[in-house]
């Protein structure tokens, strides 16, 4: 099992049952090694509590929300592919906001 915090703002919060803050214990399906791609479809499926589709779009995060590890945007590590440890921080932030 890999256990790391998962962090939701910008209304994502709200998805996710209120909570802005967790920490999960995921077992990873090629061990030891766990994967951001992992993680979010464990998060949709036992965190989630309402509408997906504004949190994934097939399996990777819609458009619009920000995902950092460790203070770092996914998408200078490897966005799903990036390899999560225990302790890690992942943060999702929406930039999609009503007018």
Partial sequence: MVKVIAEFSGGLEML????SSTVVE???K???EL????LLLWLR?????????LF????????????LVNDVDWEL?????????DGDTI???STLHGG
């Fill in 45 to 53: 499926d036992n965190l989630l509590t309402e509408r997906p589709e």
């Fill in 56 to 67: 994934l779009q097939g399996s990777t995060v819609r458009p619009g929300i920000l995902v």
């Fill in 30 to 32: 090629q061990p030891p």
């Fill in 16 to 19: 996710f049952g209120n909570q």
């Fill in 77 to 85: 590590s490897g966005m799903s592919d990036t390899i999560l440890e």
């Fill in 91 to 93: 943060v999702f932030i």
């Fill in 35 to 38: 994967t951001l791609g992992e």
């Fill in 26 to 28: 995921v077992a990873p």
